[in-house]
């Protein structure tokens, strides 16, 4: 009878852990896939991986990481000008399209707890450094957290923690750019 309660106990903690994670763009993320793997599956990231895809960078958010992706949704990159989305997926732009997706990467895996403390501790703004070569900010608007691009635009987080098997999501409002 104890190992019957306890495999009970045991399959009912699995089911509260999995049911932790945030679904996104309606559909269900889990810890055990890989960030592109989850990602295909969300209807609000659809414009995200058709340019992961574009830049070729498939493999390596598949890969090991760890990787914390601030990831814009569609209607972030509705915001950009007219026809910058459709001209960053040409071909001829693959290395702009990188830099600007690679930009929205850091090499760790950083739960939000960790980003509201590391603001904390550097008295409300905290340097961000991306796996394209840029800095961003990393700063507190009340409870939300934000990030600050080279540009000067201002990315909300509007879903936290979205856990993957290699990482970290964290859905953003707003295309992070690079300084000019």
Not at 35 to 58: C, F, M, P, R, Y
């Given at each position: 009878m104890k190992a019957?309660?306890?495999?009970a106990l045991l399959g009912l903690t699995a089911s509260a852990a999995l049911a932790a994670n945030p679904e996104v763009g309606g559909a269900p993320?889990?810890?055990d896939k890989n960030i592109v793997e989850?990602?295909?599956n969300s209807k609000d990231h659809t414009t995200l991986v058709a340019a992961v895809q574009a830049a070729g960078l498939v493999e390596t958010l598949s890969g090991e990481g760890p990787f914390?992706?601030?990831a814009p949704t569609n209607a972030a990159f509705e915001k950009l000008p007219a026809g910058t989305v459709e001209t960053l997926l040409k071909p001829e732009?693959?290395?702009q399209l990188t830099k600007i997706l690679t930009c929205h990467v850091v090499a760790a895996n950083a739960m939000s707890d960790a980003i509201v403390k590391m603001i904390a501790d550097d008295k409300g703004m905290h340097p961000v450094k991306t796996v394209g070569g840029c800095e961003f900010t990393a700063m507190m608007d009340g409870d939300k957290v934000?990030?600050?691009d080279g540009q000067g635009n201002v990315a909300t987080v509007t879903i936290a923690d979205v856990k993957?098997?290699?990482g970290v999501i964290h859905v953003i409002d707003t295309v992070l750019l690079p300084a000019s």
């Amino acid at each position: 009878m104890k190992a019957f309660a306890l495999a009970a106990l045991l399959g009912l903690t699995a089911s509260a852990a999995l049911a932790a994670n945030p679904e996104v763009g309606g559909a269900p993320m889990f810890e055990d896939k890989n960030i592109v793997e989850n990602a295909v599956n969300s209807k609000d990231h659809t414009t995200l991986v058709a340019a992961v895809q574009a830049a070729g960078l498939v493999e390596t958010l598949s890969g090991e990481g760890p990787f914390t992706v601030f990831a814009p949704t569609n209607a972030a990159f509705e915001k950009l000008p007219a026809g910058t989305v459709e001209t960053l997926l040409k071909p001829e732009n693959k290395d702009q399209l990188t830099k600007i997706l690679t930009c929205h990467v850091v090499a760790a895996n950083a739960m939000s707890d960790a980003i509201v403390k590391m603001i904390a501790d550097d008295k409300g703004m905290h340097p961000v450094k991306t796996v394209g070569g840029c800095e961003f900010t990393a700063m507190m608007d009340g409870d939300k957290v934000q990030i600050k691009d080279g540009q000067g635009n201002v990315a909300t987080v509007t879903i936290a923690d979205v856990k993957q098997s290699n990482g970290v999501i964290h859905v953003i409002d707003t295309v992070l750019l690079p300084a000019s």
